[in-house]
């Protein structure tokens, strides 16, 4: 785990680094790249219009120092300009003539550039112009609107683009009269401002050929690509180092919770609740409160381990003191201990709810405990248990030192204190199945129980005598409501569960005890000092 959780942060930290320079070249990277190919761009298409253009004015000085230069050196008489100059002595070519040849010689060369001078009425000796549907679309629209600059037409494929612009050729004044007056015009109407044709312009630009302009952009692209993918390929990684850290803390969770469950079974519930919650520190700390001190003990449990086996008896007292802590925790005690067959048991820490509620809520359980008890003794009865446990219980209200004992490596959560010993004395001075209490706890509680005082007791620590008061019932529940009777002493020991009696055996039980209630006011009679317990 350890090894684990230290090359995880190993590349928490190497990732870091990472996303930091990843950024940076997102947002710094892009805008350079584009800004390298736009400037590789222009320069590429400066480029190709410089050679282009060079390429168009030798074609233009060529074709003047052939077909004009020459005519005019080799001259011996008047210069005339014709539109058949050729083979003619001292005739050069007109404005026309001259757009043609040049035309044909830009066009004639590869180059991204075409230029052609057409017309639908050339005259009659010269061969007829090819015109596509571009161009005949586009003088017939120049002819309808004189006043247009020019038609265009957009071309081409995916990787290849097409531009051509058709320019309108207007008759001027000089034109207007030789056209009108040559022998070959095809027409002798023209007038001034006429579109006689178009001059073409045709640019072509490959696509693909600017592709490589766009290197610094593929170069980011490709880097991004790489970087994406080994940010993918880092974070796969660290998903699955993480998703195995998470299965090996599962595990511990597990572990750990099956261990923190074995553990709360010998701690009291609210004492693992307050460590585990965080509430209360595990250290060597006492602090001073006022509690309410339960202890009870087994009545002759020393003679019930002679008449049982000892797995027999296991069972009972785990049975016994399984459904005593149940109801311990129902009321909100803390179990302090299990002292072979005695359980001690206080209110007050850690949690609380003041000392009245704690002392009534300390009573209550022990009456309900009473009541647990010959339940258990009747369903032990009926299993062939002779002699069923009978509990002795003791109850008092005091200050005791309360918390950890014990040393660093060893502790206990406990009380100590003559408060927590006066509970102990209680206990064993109280009848079989009854309950016993001080007179600090008594007084707290009058309200909800009868209890008859006893004789004063003295005991060691304690220099004033205690008068312990039994209690004798419940005043919360309306008479009628107990279903189980169970009495033990010099001369009485019954046990009666109504629930679990027949029509005949209740019936016989009454006739009985009609008999049993008749010789008791005959010993009463007999014994004036018996009625004062009636």
């Known amino acids: 785990m350890s090894n684990l959780s230290e090359r995880t942060a190993r590349h928490q930290q190497l ?5 930091v320079c990843a950024l940076v070249l997102g947002l710094a990277g892009l805008p350079i790249a584009v800004w390298l190919d736009l400037r590789a761009l222009s320069e590429h298409t400066l480029e190709a219009q410089a050679r282009e253009t060079g390429r168009i004015i030798d074609a233009m000085r ?5 077909d004009v230069v020459q005519a005019v ?24 003539t001259l757009s043609l040849e040049l035309g044909a010689r830009i066009s004639g060369e590869t180059g991204s550039i075409k230029y052609r001078f057409i017309s639908d009425m050339p005259f009659k000796d010269r061969k007829p112009h090819e015109l596509d549907a571009f161009e005949q679309a586009a003088l017939a629209h120049l002819r309808t609107n004189p006043q247009a600059e020019s038609d265009v037409d957009v071309s081409g494929s995916l990787f290849d683009r097409q531009v051509r612009i058709a320019a309108p050729i207007r008759m001027e004044s000089v034109c207007v009269r030789c056209h009108n007056t040559h022998p070959l015009s095809p027409k002798t109407d023209w007038k001034v401002g006429d579109v006689r044709g178009i001059q073409e312009i045709v640019l072509r630009q490959p696509i693909a050929a600017n592709v490589l302009s766009f290197k610094y952009l593929l170069g980011y692209f490709v880097l991004a690509a790489v970087a994406g993918t080994t940010f993918l390929v880092l974070q796969n990684r660290q998903t699955r180092l993480i998703d195995r850290m998470n299965q090996e803390l599962v595990e511990s969770n597990s572990f750990l919770a099956s261990i923190s469950v074995q553990i709360a079974k010998y701690i009291s519930p609210q004492v693992y609740k307050s460590i585990f919650s965080g509430e209360r520190n595990v250290s060597v700390n006492t602090e001073r409160k006022k509690l309410t001190i339960f202890f009870s ?121 003559a408060e927590a010993n006066l509970a102990a004395r209680l206990q064993s001075s109280a009848a079989p199945n009854g309950i016993m209490l001080s007179f600090e706890t008594y007084a707290l509680v009058n309200d909800i129980v009868r209890a008859r005082p006893q004789e004063p007791i003295r005991m060691k620590g304690i220099s004033r005598e205690v008068v312990p008061y039994a209690v004798e019932g419940d005043l919360g529940p309306a008479p009628g409501e107990e279903t189980v009777f169970s009495e033990h002493g010099h001369g009485i020991d019954f046990f009666i569960d109504v629930d679990a009696l027949e029509a005949e055996s ?11 209630l008749a010789a ?15």
């Open 520 to 534: 008791v006011e005959k010993r009463v009679q007999q014994d004036p000092a018996a009625s004062a317990y009636c």
């Open 297 to 417: 003990d087994i009545k002759d449990f020393t003679a019930a381990t002679e008449r049982l086996q000892p797995e027999e008896l296991t069972a009972l007292l785990n049975e016994y003191l399984t459904e005593m802590s149940a109801i311990a925790l129902q009321h909100g005690g803390t179990v302090d201990k299990y002292i072979g067959d005695a359980i001690l048991v206080f209110f007050g820490d850690p949690e609380t709810k003041g000392v009245r509620e704690d002392a009534c809520a300390c009573v209550r359980m022990a009456i309900a405990m009473q009541r647990s008890l010959a339940g258990l003794n009747a369903r032990w009865r009926r299993a062939g248990i002779e002699h069923p446990f009978q509990a002795r219980m003791g109850i008092n209200t005091g200050y005791c030192n309360v918390g950890n004992f014990g040393s660093e490596e060893r502790m206990d959560y406990t009380i100590i204190g």
């Open 73 to 96: 050196n080799t001259a011996t008489g008047k210069i005339e300009t014709r539109h058949d100059y050729k083979g003619i002595p001292n005739a050069i070519p007109i404005p026309a």
């Open 15 to 19: 990732m870091g680094p990472l996303l």
């Open 506 to 516: 209740a019936a016989r039980l009454k006739q009985r005890l009609a008999e049993v």
């Open 62 to 66: 060529s074709f003047y120092a052939s």
